[in-house]
Every structure is written in C-alpha cells, then in structure tokens.
C-alpha cells in the first residue's frame, strides 16, 4: 500500500511547519508521500514546506480559493498513491499514526476510515476545552472521540482515509462546508463502500480558535446537518435534534421558575457538574473544568440555535440550502 497524505491550507504556514515536523518523526517503515495544496492563501507555506524536502517526500500545489473540499479532490487528483489519507493542517501527527492505519486496514480492510482526535499537554486551556465538548462521551462529541460502537461510522476529514477505487467512484468531497465529510460518508455508502472507525489512528488536533469563532463554527455545524437530511433522509437520525431540544429545554426549565418549579433546572446543573468534575479529572486542572463547561454550553448553543433556523427554513419552508444559507458553499 503507498499512501499519499493529503493536507489542504489556507493562511496557515505555522499549523504547517508543526504539521510536518511530527510527519518526519513517523515510525513508518515504508515510503509514503504527502501533498501540500495552498487555497488560495495569501500568506503562503511554500518555504516551509521546502523546509523539509531533504526529509520527507513533499509536493506543493497552489490553486484558486475554493474551499477544503474541492482542495482535497485537487490533491487527490495529483496524488500518487492508491490509498489516500487527509489532514487539516491544525493537526499533529503522532509518530506511530502510519503504523496503526496499515496494521487496521491490514488487519480489516475499509474503503474509507476515520481516527479520532485528542490534545496534548501543550495546548491552551481554551484548546483542551473545546477538545473535551468536541470529544466526550458526556456531549455530542461522542462519536468523534471514537467512544461509541455504531454500525455506521461517519469519519471527519481532519483525521481520514479513503482509496483511489472509492474517491474515483464518488468524486470526492462536495462543496458544501462544513458537512463535506458526512455527505461523503453517505454518498459511499450508497454506493456500497464501507466506511470504519480506527480508534487506534488518532492525531492531536490543535484547533487555533477562540470562543467566538468555536460559535460561529459549531453553528454552521447545526446549519448544516438539516440540509444533510433534506438530502439523505434515510440517515437521519433523533440524536441529531439533541442539542436543539436541550437548549429549549433550558428555556423551559428557567421559565418554570415562575411557577416555583426548581426540578428541571436542578436536572441541568447537575449535568454540567458532572461535566466540570469528569473534565476537571481528565485535565487535572480545575480552570479546564470550568472552561470545559463553558465550551460544551457554547457547542449545544451554536448548534441547536443553527439546527433550528436551519430546520426551519430547508424542511419546513423547503427554501433551497444554496439560497438559504449560501455562507455554507463554495463556488467550484
């Protein structure tokens, strides 16, 4: 098997350098190649990645901004190899990562798989808090932190692999985003291919984001995931309204105080102690607990609030997605 690491960038030379400093650790035994496709950026990472020619297998592309998705296609297209695995360059890649992926696929062969994502000691404490909301099996995170046993894994393209046979009969990522990734998930598995979580495949995934643009993202999140279902109603699924139905929840509970009515609300701090204290255990820090707290309310928030105006306008008013929210696509 030849892998070709795929890793689209857009303005990020610094996520780069670190990206491919931990690439020149890799354990890996065999040749691989990684392909470098700057989106348009007008601080490019070109001399970084010439930085380390002498130590890796590297080609670097610049084309026209059209978004993570359609860079991938591009990437792949230009790739050598016949199975392809793509990061985002906020990522750090642990030095046995190559390793575990070809021991999996040997082991129990995918067309596409997805790894999970954690932190290390030497990220923020904003950043091991979003990693928490994004990552624990007490959120909605769940599923990216590789915690549950689903029979349909939907990988996430910071962490992902798919093979030439499966990229060419899909053509890849659409222009939606976010939300490329599930759809691709879905489109594959119409069209037979399997898609497997590899829990052992996980990278360290540096997010450089605040609390204000976490919102903005976990919002397009909860924009997207109706139109997803508008698309493929046969995936939808309950667990999908969660956040949705807690943050109405919420406003119920805090009018039912009017009412002199305390049990709800009570339910809900509950809850978020739990999610201080489970937290604040993983993290030993209590201000990481704190945080963490404050990220997942961030999360259920932005996603609920952008699941509902989303539902709203593309199932209930059947406005077309493109119309609706044109932020969420790129013109290819």
Same mark, same amino acid.
């Given at each position: 098997?030849?892998?070709?690491?795929?890793?689209?960038?857009?303005?990020?030379?610094?996520?780069?350098?670190?990206?491919?400093?931990? &690439?020149?650790?890799?354990?890996?035994?065999?040749?691989?190649?990684?392909?470098?496709?700057?989106? +348009?950026?007008?601080?490019?990472?070109?001399?970084?990645?010439?930085?380390?020619?002498?130590?890796?297998?590297?080609?670097?592309?610049? /084309?026209?901004?059209?978004?993570?998705?359609? *860079?991938?296609?591009? #990437?792949?297209?230009?790739?050598?190899?016949?199975?392809?695995?793509?990061?985002?360059?906020?990522?750090?890649?642990?030095?046995?990562?190559?390793?575990?992926?070809?021991?999996?696929? /040997?082991?129990?062969?995918?067309?596409?798989?997805?790894?999970?994502?954690?932190?290390?000691?030497?990220?923020?404490?904003?950043?091991?808090?979003?990693?928490?909301?994004?990552?624990?099996?007490?959120?909605?995170?769940?599923?990216?932190? +590789?915690?549950?046993?689903?029979?349909?894994?939907?990988?996430?393209?910071?962490?992902?692999?798919?093979?030439?046979?499966?990229?060419?009969?899909?053509?890849?990522?659409?222009?939606?985003?976010?939300?490329?990734?599930?759809?691709?998930?879905?489109?594959? %598995?119409?069209?037979?291919?399997?898609?497997?979580?590899?829990?052992?495949?996980?990278?360290?995934?540096?997010?450089? $984001?605040? %609390?204000?643009?976490?919102?903005?993202?976990?919002?397009?999140?909860?924009?997207?995931?109706? $139109?997803?279902?508008? %698309?493929?109603?046969?995936?939808?699924?309950?667990?999908?309204?969660?956040?949705?139905?807690?943050?109405? +929840?919420?406003?119920?509970?805090?009018?039912?105080?009017?009412?002199?009515?305390?049990?709800? &609300?009570? &339910?809900?701090?509950?809850?978020?102690?739990?999610?201080?204290?489970? *937290?604040?255990?993983?993290?030993?820090? =209590?201000?990481?607990?704190?945080?963490?707290?404050?990220?997942? %309310?961030?999360?259920?928030? #932005?996603?609920?609030?952008?699941?509902?105006? *989303?539902?709203?306008?593309?199932?209930?008013?059947?406005?077309?997605?493109?119309?609706?929210?044109?932020? =969420?696509?790129?013109?290819?």
């Amino acid at each position: 098997m030849f892998y070709s690491l795929i890793i689209p960038v857009y303005n990020r030379p610094d996520e780069v350098d670190e990206l491919l400093e931990s &690439l020149s650790k890799s354990d890996y035994k065999e040749d691989f190649e990684i392909v470098i496709v700057e989106d +348009g950026s007008s601080v490019k990472c070109e001399d970084v990645v010439h930085k380390y020619d002498s130590k890796l297998s590297i080609s670097y592309y610049y /084309k026209e901004n059209s978004g993570p998705g359609d *860079s991938r296609n591009y #990437g792949m297209k230009k790739a050598k190899g016949d199975y392809f695995i793509i990061f985002d360059s906020d990522c750090i890649i642990p030095a046995e990562y190559l390793t575990e992926v070809d021991k999996a696929l /040997k082991e129990y062969y995918v067309d596409c798989y997805g790894g999970p994502d954690r932190a290390l000691d030497s990220f923020s404490d904003i950043q091991k808090a979003i990693n928490f909301a994004m990552t624990s099996f007490l959120t909605t995170g769940g599923i990216r932190g +590789g915690s549950e046993k689903i029979d349909k894994f939907q990988p996430r393209s910071f962490n992902m692999g798919l093979s030439r046979k499966a990229f060419e009969a899909s053509k890849g990522f659409g222009n939606i985003h976010p939300g490329e990734d599930p759809d691709l998930s879905i489109r594959l %598995w119409n069209l037979g291919f399997e898609t497997k979580l590899f829990p052992n495949a996980y990278v360290y995934h540096k997010r450089r $984001i605040d %609390w204000d643009k976490f919102s903005v993202q976990v919002n397009k999140f909860g924009k997207a995931r109706p $139109i997803l279902n508008s %698309w493929y109603p046969k995936y939808n699924k309950l667990t999908f309204f969660f956040p949705s139905v807690f943050i109405a +929840g919420f406003v119920v509970a805090v009018l039912l105080l009017i009412f002199n009515s305390d049990l709800l &609300l009570q &339910l809900y701090f509950v809850y978020f102690l739990v999610l201080f204290l489970v *937290s604040s255990y993983q993290n030993k820090s =209590l201000k990481i607990g704190y945080l963490s707290v404050v990220a997942v %309310w961030k999360q259920f928030y #932005g996603y609920g609030i952008g699941f509902m105006e *989303s539902y709203l306008k593309v199932i209930i008013l059947k406005q077309k997605p493109q119309i609706a929210f044109p932020e =969420l696509f790129f013109k290819i």
